[in-house]
């Protein structure tokens, strides 16, 4: 799962580790800070990395390229999903059996939610009310009322669920489970599994385009990406990546899909008309998380072994920026917010 060499992940009491082959790889550096400023962004934006070994959550002022606060949060952070109107960062703490919830204005944790012993993937819906945390040992999904922080169901999904999606309207949850090597489509008004789809070796990290017509899946160990059409959850392709590829995000309109692959210290960029791979970009030592600004432009990387956030821009297909962050930085999952 999480990187093989023995990158340990910390679930519960448990440790655990899938050990791999690592390819050091010597990663280059923006010569110039910041050079993205010349870029318009918009609106402040925020992007929350979560440090799993540090045990706390950087936040980076994506206007200035820089980490603004460092935020504690125990139990070994490693999942990250910030609410739409940016005022809430929910952050799985498997170590904790469960999650914190970071006030982002304070910037600090003002409730912690327990569980499962398994917590490792979290999403939050679209409309802000729900919020999503995968049980990686139990086989399931908690859903947690973001009001009240209570758990209203659990839902029995594939083996050791990874990552989480929610579709643009609402409608349907996407499960990518690991183990039994399939996604997971759950009804969010039956809150009911509806259907199943096979996609490669050990699924993880999982993004849905705009339109809710597609999903794109890493497969750690068959190193490729599934792209599932929805409708009738079934693969439509396959695309070769390079080795363990661990999440996935969309820029440029969904015409660019970005991918982590662990074990080489890169990111494959695929062009999602033609479904084929059109350029490998280096950054730092075992990505992971990966996250899209606002600005649908730059993409943002977790690198474990680095500490570091590294800033590709998706239009020249080059890293712009490295940003200093914590000890095992790993951003599992939706970590920009405004």
């Not at 992940?9 to 010569?31: D, E, H, M, Q, R």
């Not at 950054?283 to 600005?295: A, L």
Request: charged letters at 20%; a neutral charge; one cysteine or more.
């Amino acid at each position: 799962m999480f990187s093989l060499n023995c990158h340990r992940t910390i679930l519960g009491k448990k440790a655990v580790a899938i050990c791999i082959a690592t390819a050091f790889l010597s990663t280059p550096l923006a010569a110039q800070p910041f050079a993205y400023r010349d870029v318009k962004l918009g609106a402040a934006s925020f992007a929350y990395i979560s440090n799993q070994l540090d045990d706390s959550v950087s936040v980076i002022d994506t206007a200035t390229g820089g980490v603004v606060d460092t935020i504690a949060v125990t139990g070994k952070p490693a999942g990250v999903a910030v609410a739409p109107d940016g005022s809430k960062v929910y952050v799985s703490t498997p170590e904790a059996k469960g999650f914190a919830v970071v006030d982002s204005k304070k910037r600090e944790v003002i409730a912690r939610v327990a569980v499962n012993d398994g917590t490792l993937g979290i999403a939050v819906s679209p409309d802000g009310k729900r919020i999503y945390v995968a049980d990686w040992y139990k086989n399931n999904v908690s859903v947690i009322d973001a009001d009240s922080l209570k758990i209203i169901r659990t839902i029995s999904v594939g083996e050791s669920p990874s990552g989480l999606v929610v579709s643009p309207d609402n409608r349907w949850l996407y499960v990518a489970n690991r183990i039994s090597n399939s996604v997971s489509q759950i009804d969010l008004k039956t809150l009911t599994v509806k259907k199943t789809a096979q996609v490669g070796t050990h699924p993880f990290g999982l993004t849905i385009d705009a339109r809710g017509e597609r999903i794109y899946v890493a497969n750690v160990q068959s190193d490729d990406v599934t792209v599932v059409e929805t409708a009738r959850m079934k693969p439509i392709a396959t695309v070769k990546v390079n080795m363990l590829p661990y999440a996935t995000a969309l820029a440029l309109n969904d015409s660019r899909l970005l991918v982590t692959n662990q074990d080489d210290g890169s990111v494959s960029v695929i062009d999602t008309e033609t479904l084929k791979e059109i350029a490998l970009i280096t950054v730092g030592t075992k990505p992971e998380g990966i996250s899209t600004h606002p600005d649908d432009r730059h993409v943002y990387v977790a690198n474990w072994f680095d500490g570091n956030v590294s800033v590709i821009d998706a239009r020249t297909l080059k890293v712009i920026d490295t940003i200093q962050t914590g000890e095992g930085s790993r951003a599992f999952g939706q970590f920009m917010g405004k």
